[in-house]
């Protein structure tokens, strides 16, 4: 039993950090929330996970934050039923893998100054995709490496223990 118990917080303790590995992706990094800045471009390289927080930042007032649809990002169309964030810091949890869209409501931040970004959001556990950009084997075993050795200390323990 005290075997069993030791065990388990041993692999809790090698687990626990590979799930609580979020990252916080400050939008813009030093440039934040803003007009005439290249969201796009932004995003390149970046591998965005379920469980990673945005984090927009800009002065109070000067700017805000909807999410919206492709629609609502293509057009700048803010939508009617939700409130925008306006706190200056507004931190939003990536919780579902897919496409997400986001635009400032001020003005014509959006459609006149380029203020929107999209990015897509992968599952936690999957290898990232590989951009057109990057040789294949690049990203790809850096990210599998620890997760399989993770594997095979999980497996080793379990092995010893149980
Ligand atoms: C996108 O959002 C707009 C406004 O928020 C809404 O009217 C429209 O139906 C949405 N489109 C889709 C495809 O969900
Ligand atoms: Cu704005």
Same mark, same amino acid.
């Given at each position: 039993?005290?075997? #069993?118990?030791?065990?388990?917080?041993?692999?809790?303790? +090698?687990? &626990?950090?590979?799930?609580?590995?979020?990252?916080?992706?400050?939008?813009? *990094? *030093?440039?934040?929330?803003?007009?005439?800045?290249?969201?796009?471009?932004?995003?390149?390289?970046?591998?965005?996970?379920?469980? *990673?927080?945005?984090?927009?930042?800009?002065?109070?007032?000067?700017? #805000?934050?909807?999410?919206?649809?492709?629609?609502?990002?293509? &057009?700048? +169309?803010?939508? $009617? !039923?939700?409130?925008?964030?306006? &706190?200056? #810091? *507004? $931190?939003?949890? !990536?919780?579902?893998?897919?496409?997400?869209?986001? +635009?400032?409501?001020?003005?014509?931040?959006?459609?006149?100054?380029?203020?929107? !970004?999209?990015?897509?959001? #992968?599952?936690?556990?999957?290898?990232?995709?590989?951009?057109? &950009?990057?040789?294949?084997?690049?990203?790809? +075993?850096?990210?599998?490496?620890?997760?399989?050795?993770?594997?095979?200390?999980?497996?080793?323990?379990?092995?010893?223990?149980?």
């Amino acid at each position: 039993m005290a075997s #069993n118990m030791l065990g388990f917080i041993v692999i809790l303790a +090698i687990v &626990s950090p590979a799930l609580v590995s979020a990252k916080d992706f400050i939008v813009g *990094d *030093d440039k934040g929330w803003t007009t005439n800045f290249d969201y796009q471009t932004w995003t390149q390289g970046k591998d965005f996970r379920v469980g *990673d927080r945005l984090v927009f930042q800009y002065p109070v007032g000067a700017h #805000n934050v909807f999410k919206v649809n492709g629609t609502g990002f293509e &057009s700048c +169309i803010k939508p $009617a !039923l939700t409130e925008a964030l306006t &706190s200056g #810091n *507004d $931190a939003i949890v !990536l919780a579902t893998p897919g496409r997400k869209w986001y +635009i400032c409501g001020i003005g014509q931040h959006c459609a006149a100054a380029g203020q929107k !970004l999209f990015i897509t959001v #992968n599952s936690e556990w999957m290898a990232p995709s590989p951009s057109p &950009s990057e040789n294949s084997s690049n990203g790809i +075993i850096p990210k599998f490496f620890p997760t399989a050795m993770m594997v095979v200390l999980i497996v080793s323990i379990f092995g010893l223990s149980f």
